[in-house]
């Protein structure tokens, strides 16, 4: 099992554009959630998957936005891309939303 | 509010010296700590959780609810603890997901 796994690793965008990241989760985990982390920061709560539905939301604006596939497995999308949203952005999965999480490598973003 | 502070971006320690990891918390109900820890190039894994009250790697933390405090602590510190931990925190209360609020992280440095 490589664990939970995210693409791409590494992603150069400019503002306004839009950025979709990708996130499989731990094999037996159908949670998924979403953190950003900014440079020298703890991560921050985005949202959380489970059951193909948003389950509970942080205090992320609607430019952020997921989805989650049957198999489990989600994307994050953000539109309109501003500076402030370059950052790591960590997927973390487990079982049933209250086991413990097992986050993935990230995927650093970086807004020009 | 519901609030994670390690008050020390980093904790410079020698090898064979104690180490205390300061985190304190704010949550108005019942809440679950865990233990975080990400060493140089890999990705965030949990060291340990209050409920489960291991002792992992030599680190052990107890939960004070009176002082809303869930300190680490080494007793004799190792180079390859050398990492950055972060505290988090997962509500109890119906309803919650098991989201995870962080704090800001402390920087272990142990030197030889």
């Known amino acids: 099992d490589a664990g939970v796994t995210q693409s791409p690793t590494h992603l150069i965008k400019t503002r306004g554009q839009q950025v979709t990241l990708r996130c499989s989760p731990k094999s037996g985990h159908d949670t998924v959630s979403w953190y950003q982390q900014a440079l020298g920061q703890g991560p921050q709560f985005i949202f959380q998957?489970?059951?193909?539905?948003?389950?509970q939301r942080g205090n992320f604006p609607d430019r952020f936005s997921g989805h989650q596939f049957p198999n489990y497995s989600s994307e994050l999308n953000v539109n309109a891309l501003l500076l402030g949203d370059s950052a790591l952005y960590l997927c973390?999965?487990?079982?049933?939303?209250?086991?413990?999480?097992?986050f993935g490598p990230g995927t650093r973003l970086l807004v020009l | 509010a519901q609030r994670v502070t390690q008050p020390e971006k980093l904790l410079s320690v020698f090898k064979g010296a104690p180490v205390e990891l300061k985190c304190n918390y704010s949550?108005?109900?019942?809440?679950?700590l865990f233990w975080y820890v990400q060493y140089s190039r890999q990705r965030l894994q949990l060291l340990l959780r209050?409920?489960s009250r291991e002792s992992i790697k030599g680190f052990t933390a107890d939960l004070n609810k009176g002082e809303t405090s869930f300190h680490l602590k080494k007793p004799f510190a190792q180079e390859e603890d050398s990492a950055m931990y972060y505290c988090?925190?997962?509500?109890?209360?119906?309803?919650?997901?098991?989201?995870?609020?962080f704090g800001q992280g402390t920087t272990l440095q142990v030197k030889p």
């Open positions: 998957y489970y059951e193909e539905e948003e389950r």
């Open positions: 209050h409920i």
């Open positions: 988090a925190l997962s509500g109890q209360s119906s309803g919650n997901t098991g989201k995870l609020i």
């Open positions: 973390a999965s487990s079982g049933q939303g209250r086991e413990t999480q097992y």
């Open positions: 949550y108005s109900g019942s809440p679950e």
